[in-house]
């Protein structure tokens, strides 16, 4: 069994010759162009900062969902790899990976992982227990060195913007040291993300609203002030760079509520008394408000629904929340996001960009929403869904009902800094390949195909989030 | 970038040579064949009146809710594309088209575009805000040639069968003339569809039914003449040449009520009192009560659940109906038409075709359903779906759970005359790539490819639909 | 027309030369690699007694619904097919087989026949009503020959290891002969399925609490007893060879009862008095308890949800039961199994193999749930979906979500014993072509391939089932 690693210049490209050629020429054209990533988990800080990363494990392993769950399926448990209580060593965490290297073969997190290891450290063996020692050293090493900080990544990556996930009581400092730092040049957006005070019913939302009083000024411990608070947070960001929320929930539902019920609702919630139905109720008017401040202050609204958090309840108790155990839900638009497609619709100040984890729903309420409603983008593929053939589907599922102009662009979503690049190239093979084929079936010609291969990777994820440079 | 238009040759056809060589065979087999258009929107006074169409928007953007979607998407504002209270200048609607052509870019409204503006009225320029006058001059002096007229158009599209779609009161005056005038060759058959009578609970139920009563002479006052007055006016239909019936419902429950029951919930729509559940079981009766008489006067009934009507309520209110945003919802099949398989599923004169918009249901209802009961065949892939990728995947998951001779055969619903051939021109070759594809593959061979080719756009439709000709 | 029966060697395999070419090289890898079964309707006896089959159409048509179903879709009546109270002449069922031959073109029925036929019976025309006598004859006559007993096409199809359905009351007694003959070299498994005793609100439940009583020597008129007399009896199958248990239920529910409320329902269904609400409590309850039992004895979990049985009343009443009107319905994982999965899901000797009739579950739920729990892997497409494109988009859907390993190797799921190696043959086709286009586009190297190819035909089916010669 041969042990390179080499990723091939032609991978994910089209098998078919005639096709792979100019799906070659596609994705040459925009191979190098720079990386627009308008929603991810990085922090700020890491930027502002630029400590130099503290090892490969703490790097790559230990905080990366995807790569926790798919060894944990395959038998190594969570503690071995640096979230239990006990510190783990992180050459040991190192080593379960590289010994289990093959329970990634077929997945897209190999394929992350080839191209990192390949075109940042340099890596040319396949991890494997005989060569993980070896290969820890030689990563390790690197992380010291000045080439490898996280800022001299952020320009050898090509990142022209970057958004980050922040809560509203963020006081978005990393991201003013930046702005103000004339050594740097990237765009380090803020996004705001309000889930901690969507549901009265949840353990941390007293502390949430507290919190928010405090720091917004305002107080929230009424309904009317958590929404002026919040408003005044949106400010804040949007005067810090920002462009986009974005909002996780259970369900899409957002039916309103009048004034005096969400009052007491919320009064209800302050004493720890919000029934299951009065909170469900509250979060739906959330959902509902949020549209309506983005319907004020134009920032764009993301909305992620469908995902089941924290499904194993042991997990949870010894290892918290992010530890691969979220899981995808049966997921609905048309039908719950009725109130607000009715009230902001057609407003031209409001954007709403849907993204699924069913991928039911591609051709069957997101596509045939954004191919009606102009304020709705259809989301690019997401979460359990970013990977090669998902994506593909994605693209055959979307395009035919709502054009090309009405997807979002790809978002990389990831709190894995390095894979940043691995998972923007990986989009700009499969947009060419799927633009490659459909000029063989002469669905359009060459020249569209290069104009759009451009457009996918910068005007429309510009538009989309009214990121730096969008024309309208 | 080219601005040509010159729909190739080969478009739509498997990009791999090998196949596409095959595919070319089995398309140029069929692609002259008579079209048999078994489910449209054509009104039949078009062909009896064979008035010239007035003008290039209002022929082909106005009345078209695929186009007005896309470009409502894309932020062109449904008055501006001829919809509103005041009249909008038809040069103006076409030049609001012209200039967001590239919102098409992908979608298969642009396919049909290309096909038709290329051999109907031989355009060879991609449409543009720079041409827009041009090629409205261009067309608009073609409308008025004797060759652009309806009859004329319907001869050259060699149209053999026409189904139009009619309410029960319709008079059948214009299929009456065309059929018995000499002249006129095809069949132009009216399709039964009693919408309008299903639902007490809606707001034009009580004027339906009373102008029920006096085309059908036939006091439908009571459910019981309700019922009477519906048979009475599809003898009228089958007199006519109808063979089929239509039903849109928003789900496919079908449970019958007692008469007595069904009466109450009748006498209180009459009285504007029937409760939303009432009228949901009134609904449902109806729905086993038109299978029922599909059982016993051999109409074949055809369904298409699952489209939320009206979606955005201020253009609903600015716009009226069909205007882009009936969108669709989850569909089932199995469990909510037990009652009328129950009882009609083997019945040898009871005939059902299921459409969806909800593609989950292709392989996991509506082939199993056509796999077994002989009585239901496998709707085509109809609104939403009736794209080159998704008839794909249409004929991927249905043929192999119901075989051939349990799909319908194409559908081109449409009521863009001019786009006819352009559709069933796609659909055939569709399935010429997909049958060549399973050549390559051994799972058919070459000659069980050309009978099928053949089969696919003759005698399946004409048997699944009973139309003239047909062999059983 | 042509009539020749003559499977292609290349068949399945990928139509694009260069792809075809590695594809066909990993399909030899594997063609002739023993047959691993360990999920299918084939009885113990057939092959403990050896007994001569009887007939080609008792043999090959009226046991088999997936025949039936397709027949009976294009107007055949069951009685014609043997199903009827008044016996068919067997040489009548094959004759109308063979008339309607056509109507499995596309459908892998037909591939599966004209596997069997050529490689078994050396047929070598299509089936016609023109032949049907000349082939039954012909078939006949071999079934009569000792190269074609049970036990020589048991060697002849290279069977390692074949697992049976049993009910828990079963003897095994043939699992037994088998066993203990030293010329008999394969290996038989009996599989536990319980799903009788599920659901106290079932017609034939009260007498099989009563034979398992008998046969376990457990009093089982108690819900105690009853989960005793199930372990006694789950003792018995692992003593007979069996590695796992199959569960068939409507949905996946798993909310388990206290035993006093279990009691309670248990009581009440024998006194015939448990309401519809509390048959279900008992049956998720009942579901949870085979977990536990699993969790305890090792015996692999296997569940099949989402079938509805029997959806035509008259056919039921006419035909029976596994008469082709079985159904798919809508099919949840994720949800209904918590109270399992919080329970047991990373319990080391819990082990669940998930099956759908359902495709959309298998990216939304399978893949996620088989890619973070260890107990939990994804299994084959089954019923409805057990065709080359459903086995296409199942690879495609579930791979680059869970990986490879946690999927479960291919089931055949039969009760045709002829169709077992056709079967298995189109599975390893179908893989060969998947793993190939892997290579195609860089995703895999071809060693991983042919490392791959021969896993998903042994040790990834071994070790998910636990089979003789499993490593883990």
Redesign the interface.
């Known amino acids: 069994?041969?042990t390179v690693l080499s990723?091939?210049a032609?991978?994910?490209?089209?098998?078919?010759?005639?096709?792979r050629d100019l799906a070659r020429r596609l994705y040459e054209a925009v191979a190098h162009a720079p990386i627009l990533s308008p929603h991810g988990h990085v922090e700020a800080a890491l930027l502002a900062d630029d400590t130099p990363f503290p090892d490969p494990a703490t790097l790559l392993i230990t905080p990366d969902h995807y790569v926790l769950?798919?060894l944990?399926?395959?038998?190594v448990p969570l503690d071995a790899l640096g979230r239990g209580d006990a510190p783990a060593d992180p050459q040991d965490v190192w080593r379960a990976f590289c010994t289990n290297w093959?329970?990634?073969?077929?997945?897209?997190v190999r394929?992350w992982f080839e191209t990192s290891l390949s075109e940042i450290f340099g890596v040319t063996e396949q991890p494997s227990a005989a060569n993980a020692d070896e290969l820890y050293a030689h990563i390790d090493a690197l992380l010291a060195t000045p080439a490898l900080r996280p800022r001299a990544l952020f320009d050898r990556f090509r990142i022209e913007t970057l958004a980050t996930t922040d809560d509203p009581v963020a006081d978005l400092a990393a991201h003013a040291r930046l702005r103000e730092d004339p050594t740097f040049r990237g765009h380090v957006l803020p996004t705001f993300r309000a889930d901690r005070y969507m549901d009265p019913s949840t353990p941390g939302w007293v502390v949430a609203v507290e919190e928010l009083s405090d720091v917004s000024g305002i107080d929230a411990g009424r309904y009317s002030g958590l929404l002026d608070a919040l408003r005044r947070r949106r400010e804040a960001f949007r005067a810090a760079g920002g462009t986009a929320t974005d909002t996780g929930v259970l369900d899409a539902g957002s039916w309103p509520l009048g004034s005096g019920e969400a009052e007491r609702i919320h009064a209800a919630g302050l004493r720890g008394e919000a029934t299951a139905e009065e909170a469900i109720a509250y979060r739906h008017n959330m959902l509902y408000r949020l549209a309506e401040m983005s319907s004020e202050d134009g920032l764009v609204m993301q909305l992620h629904p469908g995902v089941?958090r924290n499904?194993?309840?042991?997990?949870l108790a010894r290892f918290g929340p992010d530890s691969?155990?979220d899981?995808?839900?049966?997921v609905?638009f048309?039908?719950p996001l009725?109130p607000i497609?009715?009230d902001f619709?057609?407003n031209e100040t409001f954007r709403l960009v849907l993204f699924t984890?069913?991928?039911?729903s591609f051709?069957?309420?997101i596509?045939?929403?954004?191919?009606?409603?102009?304020t709705?983008y259809a989301g690019a593929p997401w979460w359990?869904?970013d990977?090669?053939?998902?994506i593909s589907r994605y693209r055959?599922?979307v395009?035919?009902?709502?054009?090309?102009?009405?997807t979002s662009g790809f978002v990389d979503d990831t709190r894995a800094f390095c894979s940043i690049p691995a998972r923007h190239d990986m989009s700009r093979r499969l947009d060419a390949g799927y633009l490659a084929?459909?000029v063989?079936?002469?669905?359009?010609?060459e020249?569209?195909a290069f104009?759009?291969t451009h457009r996918l990777v910068d005007d429309i994820p510009r538009t989309t989030f009214r990121l730096p440079g969008a024309r309208s």
């Not at 596509?367 to 102009?374: E, K």
């Open positions: 069994m041969s990723p091939h032609d991978r994910l490209l089209p098998a078919d010759p005639g096709v769950r798919l944990h399926a395959v038998g093959d329970a990634f073969l077929g997945t897209p394929y089941i499904h194993h309840r042991d997990t691969g155990h899981l995808p839900d049966v609905a048309t039908r009725t497609l009715n619709g057609t984890v069913d991928e039911t051709s069957r309420e596509g045939p929403l954004a191919g009606f409603y102009p709705v359990f869904l990977t090669p053939d998902a055959r599922a395009t035919d009902s709502a054009g090309f102009a009405k084929a459909l063989a079936e002469h669905r359009l010609t020249d569209q104009d759009l």
